[in-house]
């Protein structure tokens, strides 16, 4: 059994910074891929960010390169993604992905991840 669990989540003003982290347990060791998604109010379900796990490459939606990293540390069995620069667009719901099959493409749409944790607050307010 695979349990994604998020913390991290809070309220900031616009301007501030966060870390987000993403702990994995169970059967975990089969995942090629984790990423983050986010979901706003009355919003789709977005990519934010994903990291192949094999070799850390990372990859970004538009919207957050360059103010938001994603990283893993393989010895804690975490994914985190540090947001920097945050605007009250970047308010929703964070939730953490994990993909357990290999794809000819760097997968970017929620529906090819199989694993979900239960999702972190982000709040961006002044």
């Known amino acids: 059994q695979v349990q994604l669990v998020e913390s991290g989540g809070g309220t900031v003003q616009p301007g501030d910074s966060l870390i987000l982290s993403c702990a994995a347990s169970?059967?975990?060791?089969?995942?090629?891929?984790m990423a983050w998604f986010r979901q706003g109010s009355g919003k789709a379900r977005e990519f934010v960010a994903g990291i192949v796990l094999s070799t850390a490459y990372t990859y970004y939606d538009d919207s957050v390169k360059g103010r938001f990293t994603i990283s893993r540390d393989p010895i804690q069995n975490t994914v985190n993604l540090q947001m920097t620069s945050l605007n009250t667009d970047d308010t929703a719901v964070y939730s953490c992905a994990a993909l357990s099959q290999w794809q000819q493409k760097l997968p970017r749409n929620s529906n090819e991840f199989a694993y979900w944790g239960q999702g972190t607050q982000v709040t961006v307010s002044a």
């Open positions: 169970g059967r975990t060791f089969g995942f090629y891929y």
